[in-house]
């Protein structure tokens, strides 16, 4: 993993926790090549944000 990002949308360098605001907890899923999504309901991950232009840029 990097130390720090350049945010792609608005370009702010991405090099600490302030520069993140944490998100939703979503499951991990799969799209199959059939159409069909198979959803982990056991794990979750958190999406992280861009502080500067809310993108998300990243999970944990
Ligand atoms: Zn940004």
Same mark, same amino acid.
Not at 8 to 29: E, S, T
Not at 31 to 44: C, I, K
């Given at each position: 993993? @990097?130390?720090?990002? #350049?945010?792609p !949308?608005? +370009?702010?360098d991405i090099? %600490?926790a302030?520069?993140? &605001?944490?998100?939703?907890? @979503?499951h991990r899923? #799969?799209?199959? !090549?059939? +159409?069909?999504?198979?959803v %982990?309901?056991a794990?979750? &991950?958190?999406?992280?944000h ?11």
């Amino acid at each position: 993993m @990097v130390a720090a990002m #350049t945010c792609p !949308d608005c +370009g702010a360098d991405i090099a %600490d926790a302030d520069d993140l &605001v944490a998100g939703r907890r @979503v499951h991990r899923l #799969t799209v199959r !090549d059939d +159409g069909t999504v198979v959803v %982990d309901l056991a794990n979750t &991950v958190t999406l992280w944000h861009c502080a500067h232009c809310d993108l998300a840029v990243g999970v944990s």
